[in-house]
């Protein structure tokens, strides 16, 4: 049994519990993002910020919460399937987890084990790209295709996707085969996020923030949401936020640490969302 196995049967039901996915082997452009937890975890416990949410839940001193450290992974197919056991022995014992990545391709197995726990629910991805290719350079689980395996693999799951700013033609044939809600970067604003319905799921890739407040990434797109627009969408997201995911911080593009910093941030507030 792994560490974060042996912790699962302790917990108790409604706790979220932090756990970190070291995998950036899926990754098509730069690796990095395997550094990602370790980076989040640094700067949430450097002492440069208090772990009070903006929202006002004290995460040093509230008990509903734990961090289970890093999952340790084998590669290709039996990575992903170890990340849906591990996801699916958590929701089962009544847990909703908040995942550090690693690249995107971990939230495909993730969703899988939410789809199961939590039928009909709704998705919300921020990200510069929708990551619905068919394929991407021979594979169909790297990191540009997680969210088409998962509306193949999901029936029933709704997907809202907001800051997509680099559809093909190929990405909105799949946007309207799969029937996501795109909101375009080019047309967003926060005030026009559509009203959620729980059970709610919010993977969160930083590239949907502009680099110049997220250069800690492997792919730069510019044009995207500022660190304040990220904040208003989370605090304004239904209490019913089961689960969520952080991905794709990669540290060796984040010289002085200011994405590492955000990503922990934006953590804190997620915590603080899925408690209340
Ligand atoms: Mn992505
Ligand atoms: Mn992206």
């Known amino acids: 049994m792994t560490a974060i196995e042996e912790r699962i049967g302790a917990l108790e039901r409604g ?19 395997a550094q990602g937890p370790k980076a989040i975890r640094e700067a949430l416990n450097s002492g440069s910020s ?11 001193s509230e008990k509903g919460w734990t961090d289970l450290g890093d999952m340790s992974l084998a ?24 995942t550090l990545g690693g690249d995107h391709s971990i939230t495909y197995p993730i969703l899988r084990a939410y789809s199961k726990a939590y039928p009909g629910m709704t998705v919300l991805q921020l990200d510069a790209h929708p990551d619905t290719y ?4 021979g594979s169909r689980h790297s990191h540009a295709s997680p969210f088409a395996r998962t509306m193949e693999e999901c029936p029933g799951m ?27 970067m080019r047309d967003w604003s926060p005030d026009k996020m559509p ?10 890739d930083l590239d949907v923030l502009d680099p110049a ?35 794709e ?24 969302r899925m408690l209340c």
Do not use: W
């Open 15 to 33: 706790t979220v519990a932090i756990i970190g996915i070291p995998l950036d082997e899926n990754s098509t452009f730069l690796k990095g993002a």
């Open 75 to 98: 590669s290709g197919a039996d990575a992903l399937s170890q990340i849906e056991q591990t996801v699916a022995r958590l929701l089962a014992t009544g847990v909703h987890v908040l």
């Open 213 to 247: 407040y997220a250069p800690g990434v492997s792919h730069h797109e510019p044009g995207g949401m500022s660190a304040r627009d990220v904040l208003r969408v989370i605090h304004g997201l239904p209490s019913t936020l089961v689960g969520a995911d952080v991905v």
């Open 50 to 60: 208090n772990m009070s949410t903006e929202l006002g839940i004290d995460l040093g």
């Open 158 to 184: 709704a997907l809202v996707q907001a800051g997509i700013r680099t559809l093909t033609p190929h990405l909105r044939e799949q946007a309207q085969r799969f029937g996501i809600t795109a909101l375009e």
């Open 195 to 204: 009203r959620l319905e729980g059970p709610l799921y919010l993977s969160l």
């Open 134 to 137: 068919d394929e991407f350079g």
């Open 249 to 272: 911080l990669n540290p060796s593009r984040d010289p002085v640490g200011v994405t590492s910093m955000l990503a922990a941030k934006l953590c804190k507030e997620l915590v603080g």
